[in-house]
């Protein structure tokens, strides 16, 4: 069946330091992933997209790559603020414009 | 740009009632709304996909009759939970998107708490 999963449930990075969240896709036929950020009590907010005819899209502060070959996506966090905790989903576009969404990775920043 | 709003944010009722839920995008149209369901600690399970004026598409396992969903206008989408039981608490988030391969975008999500 498709799924998106997550390979680290959990990530703790010092304040400051570049943080990698990484994701993995089984739907080779997906064409478009997301990116979400997901506060305790909120819903997810986007961060950034990508869509297949890509492999890297930079926004502030933020990369995400894709690799189709492994069907693996990434995000990248650059200089890792206190705000950022919370919980991370990517999310993989499939037909009929649903979302599967991945397991989740709860990032943790230390002062 | 890109909100959706989404009321209430917590609703505590007994069992037996019956619960809606409002789903506004406020600065666009929404062409499809959709309604989740997040456990604790867990992602967002996919309830139902709502394209305005059409009947709402429902995943397997979830009882149309049981969570009712009406699309009624370009901005707004209800989720009504009838007869709530007690494992129907959960929180409840809607999305809305004006058009296809657009990210969704989030409301801030309902908790529903049946007693």
């Known amino acids: 069946g498709e799924s998106v999963g997550l390979h680290l449930p959990t990530l703790s990075v010092q304040e400051g330091d570049n943080s990698i969240i990484n994701c993995a896709y089984s739907?080779?036929?997906?064409?478009?992933f997301i990116w979400y950020k997901q506060e305790s009590g909120k819903g997810p907010q986007f961060i950034i997209d990508i869509r297949s005819n890509m492999d890297k899209r930079q926004g502030q502060r933020v990369t995400v790559l894709l690799n189709k070959t492994v069907k693996h996506l990434s995000l990248q966090i650059a200089a890792t603020q206190p705000g950022d905790s919370a919980v991370y989903f990517c999310a993989e576009n499939i037909e009929g414009g649903k979302l599967i969404f991945g397991q989740g990775t709860e990032l943790s920043v230390k002062p | 740009g890109a909100v959706v709003s989404q009321h209430p944010s917590r609703v505590i009722c007994k069992s037996g009632t019956s619960v809606k839920i409002e789903c506004r995008s406020l600065?666009?149209?929404?062409?499809?709304m959709f309604w989740y369901r997040q456990f604790p600690k867990k992602s967002l399970m996919l309830m139902a996909t709502?394209?305005?004026?059409?009947?709402?598409?429902?995943e397997q396992g979830v009882e149309k009759d049981k969570f009712l969903i009406n699309h009624a206008s370009l901005t707004l989408s209800t989720l009504t939970v009838t007869s709530a039981h007690p494992e129907d608490s959960s929180f409840y988030i809607c999305s809305a998107r004006d058009r296809a391969a657009q990210p969704q975008h989030f409301g801030d999500g309902t908790r529903l708490s049946i007693l």
């Open positions: 709502s394209n305005e004026g059409s009947k709402a598409t429902y």
């Open positions: 739907n080779s036929a997906s064409d478009y």
């Open positions: 600065d666009f149209q929404a062409t499809t």
